[in-house]
């Protein structure tokens, strides 16, 4: 017998080539039937991932508007960490788009939601597809086929997703947004934030101005930066906290800026509007320099996560545009209550400094913090870009630093003055070109960064080792770290590390996998997502155990004591 075949096929990276070929496959006819021994496990396992019919699951379908809700019955003992949902008929939903997964709190339903095909004019009664059930490390668990007639009607109750885990995620954003003030990544903005209140202590009017200033700036970028990744994400951009880090342009234009606010205080320029105070009068208070502070803190606080935070994150991608801002707005009230909290107990305002010259002098040592947070942005952008991005970016900043000087010193002559005005300009533009034009044309460094000091043998990230080593009886640790992340920092040094932690690994054969998220990275991205975050640090332990592959998330904050309890857990 001749089995014959067309195939037609498009190969697309930027430029696409459209192939076709006429295959044909001659068989033998034998008397009787004979299985090859060879893909017997093979056959059964593409047997078991055959969608199923004779399940007798109930799935109903609501139309939302912009959205469909399946809520059904999950096959019996069944526990997916997600389901995906695919219709046979083309344009019905946004495939880009997340399907977000609820189960019910009698963990006996599930409730995904699908967003709707906006182009489409096609009036549905019927929804028919296949829904796949993945497990954590994203193995199709089971299959079977959906037919749910779609009614109007509102999101039913009794899912993850209902008012109590709303109120509780906004809690736990309020707490986030508190406790990530205690992150490195804004000790200086808030240090810069401490003069203002100095300054304005003994002068309770000009500071509650001051707090509210600093609050709208929290809040309004929160929203904004909650705005512009929901559309992102919207658009099939599968992106997370701290996205705009992994653009090199990004760091390298915050490098400048911060470099220049350093200048600013240590009173090479002055600025103003901003952080500047004025020797005439230091108690001046100007508006812009309290919503200006709250935008900065927030767009150098995006590197951290804090406990609490990142589940709450997690929670917020997968909730209506509503759902998310609202949570957005909570973590930048929390980033700005312990400000707010001055204003609410004047008592603590008496224990303030008064104001005077020294100041100034505290104004020029806070320009250090500033050098400091350019040196581990610089780090970030060795990371990102090599070495020689760098240097580029350091003889940026000596250009304008440069220009600035010349600026200042201006000239004795009109003519003289002139010139020295317009050689000032060029040379800071060209401070902020040259670096730019550097990493355009500089290859990004793919994989992971070297870890020749590292005691743990890590390796890159391969979501089919996640799926693979435990199934054959093999501990693995997960660290999803990203360089421009300083919590992660800080955890690997201090605790990771450790000699007590590196004896305990190499003690039970735990296999170190890293998944750098420097730059970005879909398939990490979307691993993240498989266990509901969408930022780092994440570190997650996956083993055998006699009840199957068991896993468990660690706190975003690491101790030696909390990851040698969690390895001294696992049972297998």
């Not at 056959?43 to 109903?60: G, I, S």
């Not at 001051?210 to 994400?233: D, P």
Request: proline share 5%; hydrophobic share 50%.
């Amino acid at each position: 017998i001749t089995l014959q075949a067309r195939v037609d096929w498009l190969a697309c990276e930027v430029p696409c080539i459209p192939g076709r070929a006429d295959l044909s496959l001659d068989l033998p006819v034998r008397e009787q039937s004979q299985q090859n021994p060879g893909q017997k496990e093979n056959f059964e396992r593409a047997r078991a991932q055959w969608p199923v019919n004779d399940l007798n699951l109930k799935v109903t379908g609501i139309d939302e508007g912009n959205n469909i809700r399946l809520v059904g019955q999950l096959p019996q003992a069944l526990r997916p960490a997600r389901v995906e949902f695919f219709p046979f008929e083309q344009d019905i939903i946004e495939h880009s788009a997340p399907q977000v997964f609820r189960i019910s709190q009698d963990k006996k339903s599930f409730s995904l939601v699908l967003q709707k095909n906006g182009r489409s004019a096609k009036q549905l009664k019927q929804l028919k597809g296949v829904a796949v059930a993945y497990g954590a490390m994203n193995h199709v668990l089971k299959a079977w086929d959906v037919e749910a007639a779609l009614t109007l009607g509102k999101s039913p109750t009794g899912f993850n997703s209902g008012s109590g885990s709303l109120w509780l995620m906004l809690g736990f954003a309020f707490l986030g947004g508190m406790i990530l003030n205690l992150m490195p990544c804004v000790f200086p903005i808030l240090s810069i934030k401490v003069l203002t209140f100095i300054r304005h202590a003994h002068d309770r009017r000009a500071l509650i101005k001051s707090v509210s200033g600093y609050t709208l700036g929290v809040v309004t970028t929160f929203a904004l930066l909650a705005f512009f990744l929901i559309v992102l994400r919207g658009g099939g951009n599968n992106i997370g906290w701290g996205f705009q880090f992994q653009s090199p342009y990004f760091v390298s234009g915050i490098s400048v800026f911060l470099f220049l606010i350093a200048l600013n205080f240590f009173g090479l320029w002055e600025w103003r509007l901003s952080f500047s105070v004025s020797r005439a009068n230091p108690n001046v208070f100007h508006w812009s320099e309290a919503f200006f502070s709250g935008i900065l803190a927030v767009i150098v606080a995006t590197p951290c996560t804090a406990p609490f935070m990142g589940t709450a994150l997690g929670f917020a991608f997968t909730q209506p545009t509503v759902v998310s801002l609202l949570i957005f707005i909570f973590l930048g009230l929390g980033l700005a209550f312990p400000f707010a909290g001055l204003c609410l107990f004047p008592g603590l305002l008496n224990k303030l400094p008064k104001p005077g010259p020294w100041m100034e002098y505290f104004k020029k040592f806070l320009g250090f913090p500033l050098l400091a947070t350019v040196i581990w942005l610089l780090w970030v952008l060795a990371g990102q870009k090599g070495v020689y991005a760098v240097i580029a970016q350091l003889f940026g900043c000596l250009l304008i630093a440069l220009g600035l000087w010349i600026h200042r010193l201006g000239g004795a002559g009109r003519v003289k003055a002139k010139f020295l005005e317009w050689l000032a300009w060029l040379m800071i533009v060209a401070g902020i070109v040259l670096p730019l034009n550097y990493l355009r044309t500089a290859s990004s460094i793919q994989g992971i960064i070297s870890e020749q000091k590292s005691k743990i043998q890590w390796l890159n990230f391969d979501q089919e080792l996640l799926s693979r080593l435990p199934q054959e009886g093999k501990i693995v640790f997960v660290d999803y770290t990203a360089r421009w992340c300083l919590t992660c920092q800080v955890n690997k040094r201090l605790v990771l590390e450790h000699p007590d932690v590196v004896r305990k690994f190499k003690e039970m054969g735990i296999v170190a996998i890293k998944a750098d998220w420097t730059n970005h990275d879909d398939e990490i991205t979307q691993s993240l997502a498989e266990f509901g975050k969408n930022s780092v640090p994440l570190y997650v332990l996956i083993y055998p155990s006699r009840e199957g592959v068991k896993t468990q998330l660690l706190p975003e904050i690491l101790t030696v004591k909390i990851v040698l309890q969690s390895l001294g857990k696992i049972n297998r």
